[in-house]
């Protein structure tokens, strides 16, 4: 079986840093970052496309950066300055048209606070 697994969220001032981490089990390999906070839509972070390109959602570019580690299975993003409207539950995925574009990881809660 397959599973994707984050860590690294918590509690944050603004302007603080967190370094969130997923790591795919089994021949998975995560793609990119989304989040979702109460009463909104689930909304793209950062991720890779099929051509190795990183794209970032406006609200967060200048201040994230996405990195990959391929033989670790592990994708890692670096946010800092970080703002309250950061906070949200983030969670990791494959690409959308993989095989395994139905597998979500359980999420990692990130906390900001003004």
């Known amino acids: 079986q397959v599973q994707l697994v984050e860590s690294g969220g918590g509690l944050v001032q603004t302007g603080g840093s967190l370094r969130l981490s997923c790591l795919g089990i089994g021949s998975i390999l995560p793609a990119g970052w989304y989040r979702q906070s109460p009463g909104k839509q689930r909304e793209l972070v950062a991720a890779?496309?099929?051509?190795?390109?990183?794209t970032y959602a406006d609200s967060v570019k200048g201040r994230t950066t996405l990195s990959a580690d391929n033989a670790k299975r592990t994708l890692v993003l670096q946010m800092n300055n970080l703002r309250p409207e950061d906070t949200a539950v983030y969670y990791c995925?494959?690409?959308?048209?993989?095989?395994?574009?139905?597998?979500w990881g359980q999420g990692t809660q990130v906390t900001v606070s003004s």
């Open positions: 995925r494959p690409h959308p048209n993989s095989r395994w574009s139905n597998v």
């Open positions: 890779f496309n099929e051509a190795g390109d990183i």
